[in-house]
T-cell receptor, first 116, second 116 residues
Framework: ETGVTQTPRHLVMGMTNKKSLKCEQH?????MYWYKQSAKKPLELMFV???????ENNSVPSRFSPECPNSSHLFLHLHTLQPEDSALYLC???????????????FGPGTRLTVL | QKEVEQDPGPLSVPEGAIVSLNCTYS??????FMWYRQYSRKGPELLMY????GNKEDGRFTAQVDKSSKYISLFIRDSQPSDSATYLC????????????????FGKGTHLIIQP
């Protein structure tokens, strides 16, 4: 596998379900991100993990919970979602550091989530 | 005023034409400027990355940044049907993390159609 992979690629869930999205990066990067892409809206940054620090977008509801067990893996745990949470969820990674800072983020293919 | 403004299109041009895509922004803290290309049902793919004002060329693509006017452009020469996609401008600003990771703010994307 190369680049950034995401599973599942498609997910349909009811409002009472609990599911998790998985992201894995094979680029040796040290920062990972979750973005939400809704129709007719810009990509929205949800969470960032960088060198074990986490940044959250304060507008993201608590029904979304991220987990980053190591620099290669990122999860987004979902519970009691609403139909308006239906969107494409994109994972990205980048290499950050004083000598290697590039600010370029590489994206996975996304998980298309539908909440019924 | 939105942080990043981008005309969603669609923009339809004949094959071989020069395409001009643009974004304006309001946040002076943005430091890095990127263009991503996104095909249907795929994640965004990094096309161009610039830091300073001026032009940067890569094959048929030229990225232009004017920080004084807060305006960025992407030009595509000799456009091909395979260039048909959504083009997203993105801008980065520091999140204040030790590792230096930035958050990206995206435009809505311009849907480009190259007619054979």
């Amino acid at each position: 596998e190369t680049g950034v992979t995401q599973t599942p690629r498609h997910l349909v869930m009811g409002m009472t379900n609990k599911k998790s999205l998985k992201c894995e990066q094979h680029l040796g990067h040290n920062a990972m991100y979750w973005y939400k892409q809704s129709a007719k809206k810009p990509l929205e940054l949800m969470f960032v993990y960088s060198l074990e620090e986490r940044v959250e977008n304060n507008s993201v509801p608590s029904r979304f919970s991220p987990e980053c067990p190591n620099s290669s893996h990122l999860f987004l745990h979902l519970h009691t979602l609403q139909p308006e949470d239906s969107a494409l969820y994109l994972c990205a990674s980048s290499q950050e550091g004083s000598s290697t800072r590039t600010d370029t983020q590489y994206f996975g293919p996304g998980t298309r989530l539908t909440v019924l | 005023q939105k942080e990043v403004e981008q005309d969603p299109g669609p923009l339809s041009v004949p094959e071989g034409a020069i395409v001009s895509l643009n974004c304006t922004y309001s946040n002076s803290a943005f430091q890095y400027f990127m263009w991503y290309r996104q095909y249907s049902r795929k994640g965004p793919e990094l096309l161009m990355y610039t830091y300073s004002s001026g032009n940067k060329e890569d094959g048929r693509f030229t990225a232009q940044v004017d920080k004084s006017s807060k305006y960025i452009s992407l030009f595509i020469r000799d456009s091909q049907p395979s260039d048909s996609a959504t083009y997203l401008c993105a801008m980065s600003a520091p999140l204040g993390l030790r590792g230096g990771a930035d958050g990206l703010t995206f435009g809505k994307g311009t849907h480009l159609i190259i007619q054979p």
